[in-house]
């Protein structure tokens, strides 16, 4: 089973920055694909960004060109640089790893417990 723990989340004003970080651990094989998702109050949860464990990203249109996802395999540690940020990117953010298991080879989903982004004057 792994474990997820995010960090980095808090206030900021309008046009400011925030780091998160999310860090696997626990008995797998590896971590595949890693990404961020957020879901605002009363709104759906909705895809922010993702990155293939070779690197290849892909990135919601409302946050391209401010957002960056980066990861580090050998810390199997995924991060999202937020810049610019907008009131409208408040909401909780959440950290999701595609797992691939040790002894079976199969794959699951995961979910982090989510950290707060607050973006207010």
């Known amino acids: 089973q792994v474990q997820l723990v995010e960090s980095g989340g808090g206030l900021v004003q309008p046009g400011g920055s925030l780091r998160l970080s999310c860090a696997a651990s626990?008995?797998?094989?590896?971590?595949?694909?890693m990404g961020w998702y957020r879901q605002a109050p009363g709104k759906q949860r909705e895809l922010v960004a993702e990155?293939?464990?070779?690197?290849?990203?892909n990135y919601a249109d409302s946050v391209k060109g401010r957002y960056t996802i980066s990861r580090d395999n050998a810390k199997n540690t995924v991060y999202l640089q937020m810049d610019s940020l907008k009131p409208e990117d408040t909401a909780v953010y959440y950290c999701?790893?595609?797992?691939?298991?040790?002894?079976?080879?199969?794959?699951?989903?995961?979910w982090g417990q989510g950290t707060q982004v607050t973006v207010s004057s």
């Open positions: 990155i293939t464990r070779g690197g290849g990203t």
């Open positions: 626990g008995s797998f094989f590896r971590i595949e694909s």
């Open positions: 999701n790893v595609l797992v691939l298991r040790s002894i079976t080879r199969t794959k699951y989903t995961s």
